[in-house]
């Protein structure tokens, strides 16, 4: 009898877990962020623009929500915002099941699968890790994997996410791969075969961990008109704050190898938050547009956050470019997507108050339903810690606050709803934040998740929270010292 049970409630789990979910079934479903409709997500993977849609495919295990058997989840998208979830597009074969990769569009057919085929990179993960193809002739909704796969393989263990672009100057395709604690360089004249031309990584860098998910790409330079490659580099532990986290290079390319433009200087954190990780970027997208997407979750816990259908959401789509900062370096900048704009609903202003002490703003987050923008620029900073609370009645909040003297901003969840669910989810996470006159700062908050832009994105912290019901209320306080503080709102608008 109680075999029967078991294998009875084992069926509706499995049913449970294969059905179609709307966007709102659960407190924890975000709104302005991707969630696959049902069961488990990984990476962003694949991502390519073509024909007016941008693609976005995804490590997705569908029959449950922790990791298991990887295929390539599908959506679609015209603006960015809005995403239509489409039928599986990679399934495991005997190869190995379906790791990150990314997706080209094959304009002059040099593959041969026709032109401006869209080709499908990624890793077969079976006895060992090799790269493998697959293309699309349809707009990316049915996929043939290639009959000589695997097209690289290597007896290394670690082995995986190719990154694929066009290399025009030397008329042939590169691939750059994490292997182990490195990235390697290939070219190919057809995507099928591959040649090795370099490994960047060793004494660069940070190397807590595997490198994973690479990526590589050419940026405008900042106030001039040379560029910059950039190179993003996943790493899994060894992120700033524990467990995953990515970090990037600058430097250049030729085409054959990386070089870091600035060694044995600090790590670039792209993000200062723990909960952004596997970043990559869209390939062809339209005007030179750099857009990168996280899996916003951390392997330390990805699997135990207290959501009961899916589990995990992207970051929200952030434009990239480079900036300078004072002590001449160049870095780059992570600004939202600016079709972000059109989920704007009706702005609710505050105007500029000076904060002495602690100033409560009593209607300022009502009725967002834990789903809002808020906005705030921060001037006549003359207090040691100036800082902001986000809350609830029942006591769940979040700690904002910017040390001057250290120049850093805090971001403090340890008591932002139930954490319990793994030692590694209280956290107090910090940005480097440089000398100015005013301090902006863009809040996205979305149920299950803050994402923090600081100064139109020079520094970005991204941080899971899970509060009881939405923090509906907002306090300011200043430590040794004032500050001046006026801020929007905008509740999320469909
Ligand atoms: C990164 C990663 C990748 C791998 C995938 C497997 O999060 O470990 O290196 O391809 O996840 O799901």
Same mark, same amino acid.
């Given at each position: 009898m109680k075999r029967i049970t078991s294998i009875c409630a084992g069926i509706i789990l499995l049913l449970a877990s294969c059905t179609t979910l @709307?966007? +709102?079934?659960? #407190?924890?479903?975000?709104?302005y962020h991707f969630t696959p409709a049902s069961g488990w997500m990984n990476d962003p993977n694949g991502m390519v623009y073509v024909d007016g849609e941008y693609h976005l495919f995804y490590q997705y295990?569908?029959?449950?929500?922790?990791?298991?058997p990887m295929h390539w989840g599908h959506a679609v998208s015209t603006d960015l915002m809005h995403w239509t979830h489409l039928p599986v597009a990679l399934y495991p074969d005997s190869l190995g099941t379906i790791f990150s990769g990314s997706a080209v569009i094959d304009k002059e057919n040099t593959a041969g699968f026709g032109a401006n085929a869209l080709v499908a990179i990624f890793t077969s993960a079976g006895k060992s890790q090799t790269q493998s193809i697959a293309y699309s002739t349809d707009r990316g909704r049915t996929f043939t994997k290639y009959a000589?796969? @695997?097209?690289l393989t290597d007896s290394? #263990?670690?082995f995986r996410d190719p990154k694929v672009f066009w290399y025009e100057p030397l008329k042939r395709w590169t691939m750059i791969l994490a292997v182990g604690q490195e990235m390697r360089i290939y070219s190919s004249p057809d995507l099928k075969a591959w040649t090795y031309r370099s490994s960047f990584g060793a004494g660069? =860098?940070?190397?807590?961990g595997v490198w994973e998910c690479p990526d590589l790409f050419e940026l405008p330079g900042e106030g001039t008109d040379e560029t910059r490659w950039v190179l993003l580099c996943n790493l899994n532990?060894?992120?700033?704050? =524990?467990g995953s986290g990515t970090q990037y290079f600058t430097g250049t390319f030729d085409g054959n190898s990386f070089t870091n433009?600035?060694?044995?200087e600090v790590t670039k954190w792209?993000?200062?938050?723990k909960d952004n990780y596997a970043t990559v970027t869209w390939s062809?997208? @339209?005007? %030179?547009r750099r857009i990168a997407l996280g899996?916003?979750?951390?392997?330390?816990?990805a699997d135990k956050v207290? +959501? %009961?259908h899916f589990r995990s959401a992207n970051t929200v789509p952030r434009d990239l470019s480079l900036y300078r900062r004072a002590d001449g370096g160049i870095y780059l900048q992570s600004a #939202?997507?600016?079709?972000?704009?059109?989920?704007?609903g009706k702005a609710k202003k505050q105007a500029a108050i000076t904060v002495d002490r602690t100033y409560n703003v009593g209607?300022?987050?009502?009725? +967002?339903d834990g789903v809002y923008e808020l906005e705030m620029t921060l001037t006549d900073?003359?207090?040691?810690v100036a800082g902001f609370a986000l809350f609830n009645d029942g006591g769940d909040r979040v700690d904002c606050y910017y040390n001057q003297m250290e120049r850093a901003l805090y971001f403090d969840? +340890?008591?932002? =709803?139930?954490?319990?669910?793994?030692?590694?989810?209280?956290a107090v996470t910090s940005a480097p934040v440089e000398q100015g006159d005013t301090l902006s700062l863009r809040l996205l908050v979305d149920r299950a998740s803050i994402e923090l832009f600081i100064n139109g994105g020079r520094e970005v912290m991204t941080n899971l929270v899970f509060p009881?019901?939405?923090?509906n209320r907002i306090s300011f306080y200043a430590k040794g010292g004032t500050f001046n503080v006026s801020s929007t709102l905008y509740p999320y608008k469909p």
């Open positions: @709307p966007a +709102t079934d659960e #407190p924890y479903r975000p709104a295990n569908p029959a449950d929500i922790v990791w298991g000589g796969n @695997p097209v290394v #263990p670690d660069q =860098g940070a190397h807590g532990p060894g992120g700033p704050f =524990g433009e600035a060694p044995g792209m993000d200062w938050g062809n997208a @339209p005007r %030179q899996w916003m979750s951390n392997w330390q816990y207290p +959501t %009961q #939202p997507s600016s079709e972000l704009f059109a989920l704007r209607e300022l987050l009502a009725d +967002t900073l003359t207090a040691e969840r +340890t008591k932002s =709803g139930p954490t319990a669910f793994s030692p590694d989810f209280p009881a019901v939405p923090y």
